[in-house]
């Protein structure tokens, strides 16, 4: 029987569930793009988005996906040739390395696995042995969405600076910003990478890049860069086109200022320990789900784990099963096992977004839907998780 019929919940690592105000706010006509409203709006945004990156340096915005940002990010940076030493923690990094490759710049990948995180000690040994300073950048991704792993940024900053190596440090933060406590300037971040469609509750089509003085000066040597990607007309317009390189994305705009309201009114400490209070209720539930069974979380250690993303193996093949009962049975979307792309795992694992605009009951209704699913599929599980959950909530 299904009982779908409702409000959905696509509860995927993004794009993610978008507030009320903010659909609401793409609610009008196409304004002139000339008009004050328009040359007030961008400087504004720009202000807003270095308040939530915690930097006082530059933001640019570009009519990108993340994969737009990753670019920019490189481009305005690298040299064909450069080296550049990329830290993995599940397929995002590798996402980002292929774009180096692309560039004509050439990667090299420190693999840590899925589950384990990144040995900042290794990271430092590897600096260390480039005495010629080849390697132009350290590439991590914050947290990485196929794996729910979230790396320790300072202590990769601490390894860099540990080794007197002078590489820029780039971070991809798409899944993270405005999820999980992060600290541009403070934590020595010199470009970070981010998105609309995640934590910041916004559609997908605006790439962000942020960026401090010691990248702008690599932008100056760097001969990757185009027209369109080049980060300077952006970061010191004289017009309002110039912050995008063209006509404005005037919606995604409106929607992002609902948006960055809607944080600033509920402060970036409050949705930080959100963020981090409903993902302990979930982790409750998954480790009640998995004792003496074999459904786990893939990340075993709780301070790996992100705010904004868990992945989890459900210990046989019907994990495609679940999803398709949670979608079709319930309203409740959930995300693939990303890190199965193209094996068997793929239906042995889901994740759950949540991300952004996420609430208690939405958490908990999510995991009420995902024990019956459990139960209806037939997955080996212990009951009570959602109880358990509850708990967490209640003593929060
Ligand atoms: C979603 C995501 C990306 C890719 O963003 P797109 O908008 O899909 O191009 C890159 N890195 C991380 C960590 C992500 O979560």
Not at 80 to 99: K, N, P, Q, Y
Not at 250 to 266: P, R, Y
Not at 373 to 395: N, P, Y
């Amino acid at each position: 029987m299904s009982l779908a019929q409702g409000r959905q919940h696509v509860a995927i690592p993004g794009p993610s569930v978008m507030p009320d105000r903010v659909i609401q706010a793409m609610m009008r006509p196409a304004p002139d793009i000339y008009s004050e409203e328009m040359d007030r709006m961008a400087p504004a945004l720009v202000a807003r988005l270095k308040e939530v990156a915690r930097t006082r340096h530059q933001a640019v915005l570009y009519i990108a996906n993340g994969h737009g940002a990753w670019e920019a990010a490189l481009a305005n940076t690298l040299s064909r040739g450069d080296e550049v030493l990329v830290l993995s923690t599940g397929r995002f990094a590798h996402g980002w390395a292929e774009i180096a490759t692309r560039l004509g710049a050439r990667p090299e990948i420190l693999d840590f696995g899925n589950a384990e995180g990144i040995d900042a000690a290794r990271v430092a040994e590897r600096l260390r042995a480039d005495r010629a300073g080849r390697l132009r950048a350290v590439l991590m991704v914050h947290t990485d969405t196929s794996s729910g792993l979230r790396s320790d940024v300072a202590a990769i900053r601490a390894a860099i600076d540990a080794a007197g190596h002078p590489a820029l440090f780039m971070v991809d933060c798409i899944a993270s910003l405005a999820c999980d406590r992060f600290d541009m300037d403070a934590w020595g971040v010199d470009v970070m990478v981010a998105a609309s469609q995640k934590g910041l509750m916004t559609p997908p089509g605006l790439g962000l890049v942020f960026f401090n003085d010691k990248a702008a000066e690599a932008r100056k040597r760097a001969d990757c860069v185009t027209y369109y990607w080049d980060w300077t007309p952006r970061s010191r317009p004289q017009i309002t086109s110039q912050y995008f390189g063209g006509t404005p994305p005037t919606h995604l705009l409106f929607a992002l200022e609902a948006a960055l309201g809607m944080i600033a009114e509920e402060g970036l400490e409050a949705i930080w320990t959100r963020h981090a209070t409903l993902a302990r209720a979930i982790w409750a539930a998954a480790e009640h789900w998995g004792l003496g069974g074999p459904l786990r979380l893939n990340v075993a250690d709780p301070a790996l784990r992100a705010h904004s993303v868990t992945a989890l193996w459900v210990g046989s093949d019907r994990a495609t099963a679940l999803r398709d009962w949670c979608a079709h049975r319930a309203g409740l979307t959930l995300g693939v096992a990303l890190l199965g792309f193209g094996t068997p795992e793929w239906h042995r694992g889901f994740r759950v977004g949540h991300m952004g605009w996420m609430n208690a009951h939405m958490v908990l209704g999510a995991l009420a839907t995902i024990e019956a699913g459990l139960g209806a599929v037939g997955i080996d599980h212990r009951e009570g998780g959602t109880s358990a959950a509850a708990r967490v909530i209640a003593g929060a």
